[in-house]
């Protein structure tokens, strides 16, 4: 099963706290009247592609952690993206780690995206 192509581009750049003030407008519903204007309908509808583009990943990795088939590695010549599942009591997990060797000494940065 392929990943599907992506739907979805940039938003925002916004970080710290101008990116909170967006969350409080969110959580406060400003978002909803925003259907009413054909500019931010647009925004909406690329927002909502966003989310299916996210639900179509998740599907995926869960897809192949129940048959513990690999996820891809991704290499370059100093660069390695690395791809795991995990499964803790039905909780998923998508692990990323990067590894830069284009230094004098290797570099690895690790993040992880907890799956609902």
Known sequence: MALQAKKGGTIHSKTGDAKNA???KYDAGDHTVLENYPGEA???YQMQQM???IDELRR???ALAPDEKPLPTISTASHTVDFTVTNSRGAY???ITVVDSSGSKPVTKTTTINLS
């Open 51 to 53: 989310s299916e583009d």
């Open 60 to 62: 995926y990795i869960v």
């Open 93 to 95: 997990a998508l692990v």
């Open 22 to 24: 967006l969350k409080a």
């Open 42 to 44: 647009a925004l909406l």
